[in-house]
């Protein structure tokens, strides 16, 4: 196969080598943050409003704490270090101590984080269980909902580019006849339950992931509730094409 055939031209050494350019470490002051700290008065804190403009030098963590601050203003101090911790945590050699630090915020302070992270933050905070939970459960569950909603994001970008709005499923009429990539097989509107395969193992990991549980099932929910999906268009048209099938049910 020539590379011209190849999505990334160099194989698994160029995507590793790419990652891990984005991954470099920061360069962090001694005093950047407190990885001891006590996490009671950082729930009862509010984050005043930021400058308007970063502050920091390229490549330290001063400049990525000041470019995260202004999403975090009016909100809990302890959301803003689960940020920070995230940040830290995404690139290579974190300091030692910031992961246990990261889970002990969701052991500990679970239930006022959910109420101060918006969904992005909180798919965030769930992929970084996919490196940085425990061994087992927690990072099992964490990888899962890492390449549910990876894949989900990357899918819902791309399709915008139909001209489709999120909501709106796709019509019969224009389907292509064109083959599934890697030979795969077609999803069976009628009764394929690829779906529910996907997403009803997640449920069951969460029970068994008490620390991350709930940030799990509210991501789950949330997107159970979302109507801009391809779980959501799938369902539509599946219950289009029961129709059409169906008189009786059609008339009803």
Request: hydrophobic share 45%; proline share 7%.
């Amino acid at each position: 196969m020539s590379s011209q055939t190849l999505t990334y031209a160099g194989g698994a050494e160029e995507i590793i080598a790419r990652w891990m350019k984005r991954r470099r470490p920061f360069q962090i002051s001694d005093e950047s943050i407190d990885l001891t700290q006590d996490l009671a008065p950082l729930r009862a804190s509010l984050l005043p409003e930021s400058a308007a403009e970063p502050q920091g030098e390229r490549g330290t963590f001063a400049l990525k704490s000041s470019m995260i601050a202004p999403e975090f203003s009016g909100l809990s101090e302890l959301a803003f270090l689960n940020a920070r911790l995230i940040a830290l945590l995404r690139r290579a050699e974190p300091p030692a101590g910031a992961a246990c630090l990261f889970r002990r915020l969701w052991a500990e302070e679970s239930p006022h984080l959910l109420t101060q992270l918006d969904l992005r933050w909180q798919v965030s905070s769930a992929m970084t269980f996919a490196d940085h939970g425990t061994v087992g459960s927690e990072q099992a569950l964490g990888a899962s909902l890492k390449m549910l909603f990876g894949l989900i994001k990357l899918y819902e970008f791309e399709r915008l580019f139909t001209g489709l709005a999120p909501e709106e499923p796709h019509r019969f009429g224009k389907r292509s006849p064109a083959p599934m990539p890697l030979a795969m097989d077609q999803y069976s509107l009628n009764n394929g339950g690829l779906d529910l395969a996907l997403l009803a193992p997640l449920y069951l990991q969460a029970e068994q992931a008490p620390v991350l549980k709930p940030l799990a099932l509210s991501l789950l929910d949330a997107l159970n509730a979302e109507d801009g999906t391809i779980f959501r268009r799938l369902a539509i048209m599946k219950q289009r094409r029961a129709k059409a099938r169906n008189p009786e049910e059609k008339s009803r």
